[in-house]
């Protein structure tokens, strides 16, 4: 799998999130709330479109390989994300319009701890998750007599 789509995605939740924080950090109008939920939204559409790509493609080749320190990466990073899911559901759901102008100190200050939270996961999935990938990649690739890669 080419983790540069991955990596790609990544860089937009950054810049989303780095909005939505610091539309959070100055919130004082209900123009205000209107952007960081149409923000939320545009994070929450990037999220989904970059877990299922993780859930439907990295995460299994790496539960398939041969060597059991990757897959229980590939585990831990299943079971870590869905922490960071539900929590992310949750302010979702939580943090609407009206509530978010209701307590504006509030939300600035959860929604830091959830970006910091998924500044560190991307991070680590940059730095630990997505060169496990390409290592496995390229084990998966084994030259034939005459040459040429097999899978």
């Known amino acids: 799998?080419?983790?540069?789509?991955?990596?790609?995605?990544?860089?937009?939740?950054?810049?989303?999130?780095?909005?939505?924080?610091?539309?959070?950090?100055?919130?004082?109008?209900?123009?205000?709330?209107?952007?960081?939920r149409e923000l939320m939204r545009a994070l929450n559409t990037a999220l989904t479109e970059h877990l299922a790509i993780e859930d439907g493609e990295l995460y299994p080749v790496l539960m398939r390989s041969q060597d059991h320190s990757v897959r229980d990466l590939a585990q831990h990073y299943v079971e870590d994300m869905g922490a960071l899911s539900g929590v992310w559901a949750h302010y979702f759901e939580e943090w609407s319009q009206a509530r978010i102008l209701r307590d504006r100190e509030r939300f600035a200050s959860v929604t830091k701890g959830l970006i910091g939270a998924l500044a560190h996961r991307v991070a680590r999935e940059e730095d630990m998750l997505y060169p496990t990938m390409e290592a496995a990649d390229a084990l998966a690739v084994v030259p034939q007599r005459d040459g040429r890669p097999t899978s």
């Open 1 to 36: 799998m080419d983790v540069r789509i991955l990596k790609t995605q990544h860089g937009r939740i950054i810049r989303l999130a780095s909005a939505l924080g610091g539309t959070a950090a100055i919130m004082k109008t209900s123009d205000d709330a209107i952007c960081a």
